[in-house]
């Protein structure tokens, strides 16, 4: 579902600056629906009626039907091949340098982003800072919160800048978030426990709310109609790797006694999306990096990447 949505919203919005607020508005929405749900989950939900879960299963089910539903208002985006025209192909995607340096972007962001934040942060903050379940819950909903009143603010910045700063300011910010995490199972006051957790998730969801307009649109950016879903399922399975893989990995070091360990492991991880920043800046043309027109001083990057 979710790499057919993003196909979707590259083929709905060609121009690249519209994409990028769009990408923007779509995360900020599922945001806001996560918070909503959350709600009615928790008012509807009694763990000593089972009839009360059968109905949000129910609800849910028929959320998919309107889903689909909706789904039967869009334009027709299917194109007619051209004649004799190669099929497309993986391997195709991979060929294309920039492409490849944006899908490693997007694998080491889903390592380092909301699949380990999801998992790591009950985690960590129950058994290493010793917080109640209630202050998680708080702090899920202070994160939840901040994307959704600072999205659209913070799109304002980022359209002005290169793809490539944003995607190091982002790998930056989320470096430090952990960071601050990992400073929550220091010896200090409840208080100072608790503000360390939640200081985490304010910058946690600041530096999601660069990397929603900035990774989506840089990969639909460099691709292609032919090879545009091949490429978001690619970012996509990204996302499905890590969903899988890092609760084993939280738990793993936590109960091994290595957090310390884990929380390095992440930092350094965001440290790499910078790294691949720095060498996008380089290999991106001026019209791939930037949103809108690149300023007058601008040269083109020595090593630019053609578009295929």
Same mark, same amino acid.
């Given at each position: 579902? %979710? #790499?057919?949505?993003s196909?979707?919203?590259a083929?709905?919005t060609?121009? #690249?600056a519209?994409?990028?607020?769009?990408?923007a508005?779509?995360?900020?929405a599922?945001n806001a629906?996560?918070?909503?749900?959350? +709600?009615?989950?928790?008012a509807?939900?009694? +763990?000593?009626?089972?009839?009360s879960?059968?109905a949000? %299963?129910?609800a849910?089910?028929?959320?998919c039907l309107?889903f689909?539903a909706?789904?039967t208002f869009?334009p027709?985006l299917?194109?007619?091949?051209?004649?004799k025209?190669?099929?497309?192909s993986?391997r195709?995607?991979?060929?294309?340098?920039g492409?490849r340096l944006a899908?490693?972007?997007?694998?080491?962001?889903?390592? !380092?982003g909301?699949?380990?934040? @999801?998992s790591?942060?009950?985690?960590?903050a129950?058994?290493?800072a010793?917080?109640s379940?209630?202050?998680?819950?708080?702090?899920?909903?202070?994160?939840t919160?901040?994307?959704?009143?600072?999205q659209?603010f913070?799109l304002?910045r980022?359209?002005r800048?290169?793809?490539?700063?944003?995607?190091?300011?982002?790998?930056?910010i989320?470096?430090?978030?952990?960071?601050?995490f990992?400073?929550?199972?220091?010896?200090?006051?409840?208080?100072?426990?608790?503000?360390?957790v939640f200081? %985490?998730?304010?910058? %946690?969801?600041l530096g999601? !709310?660069?990397l929603?307009p900035?990774?989506?649109?840089l990969?639909?950016?460099l691709?292609? @109609?032919?090879l545009?879903?091949?490429?978001n399922s690619?970012?996509?399975?990204?996302?499905?790797?890590a969903?899988?893989v890092?609760?084993?990995?939280?738990t793993?070091?936590i109960?091994?006694?290595?957090?310390?360990v884990?929380?390095?492991?992440?930092?350094?991880?965001?440290l790499?999306?910078?790294?691949?920043?720095?060498?996008?800046?380089r290999?991106?043309t001026?019209?791939?990096?930037?949103? !809108?027109?690149?300023p007058a !001083?601008?040269?083109?990057?020595?090593?630019?990447v053609?578009?295929?």
């Amino acid at each position: 579902m %979710f #790499p057919a949505i993003s196909t979707v919203i590259a083929r709905l919005t060609p121009d #690249p600056a519209t994409q990028q607020r769009v990408f923007a508005i779509n995360f900020t929405a599922q945001n806001a629906a996560l918070g909503v749900g959350t +709600v009615l989950g928790a008012a509807v939900a009694n +763990v000593h009626h089972p009839g009360s879960f059968q109905a949000l %299963f129910l609800a849910n089910a028929a959320s998919c039907l309107i889903f689909a539903a909706v789904l039967t208002f869009l334009p027709t985006l299917r194109t007619a091949p051209a004649k004799k025209e190669r099929r497309a192909s993986y391997r195709d995607v991979l060929a294309h340098s920039g492409l490849r340096l944006a899908l490693v972007a997007s694998l080491i962001v889903a390592f !380092t982003g909301y699949p380990a934040f @999801d998992s790591g942060l009950p985690a960590y903050a129950s058994v290493e800072a010793h917080v109640s379940a209630r202050i998680v819950a708080l702090s899920l909903t202070v994160n939840t919160a901040l994307i959704v009143l600072a999205q659209l603010f913070v799109l304002r910045r980022v359209r002005r800048a290169r793809r490539s700063s944003a995607l190091a300011v982002s790998g930056l910010i989320l470096a430090v978030s952990w960071a601050v995490f990992g400073l929550a199972a220091l010896p200090v006051a409840a208080t100072g426990r608790i503000a360390f957790v939640f200081g %985490f998730t304010v910058l %946690f969801g600041l530096g999601e !709310t660069v990397l929603a307009p900035t990774v989506g649109p840089l990969v639909n950016r460099l691709t292609d @109609d032919r090879l545009r879903g091949r490429a978001n399922s690619l970012a996509a399975l990204s996302q499905s790797l890590a969903f899988i893989v890092c609760p084993a990995l939280a738990t793993g070091f936590i109960a091994a006694g290595a957090a310390a360990v884990w929380i390095g492991l992440l930092c350094a991880g965001c440290l790499g999306t910078i790294a691949v920043g720095a060498r996008l800046r380089r290999a991106l043309t001026s019209d791939q990096d930037y949103v !809108t027109e690149a300023p007058a !001083t601008e040269s083109e990057p020595v090593a630019a990447v053609r578009d295929e």
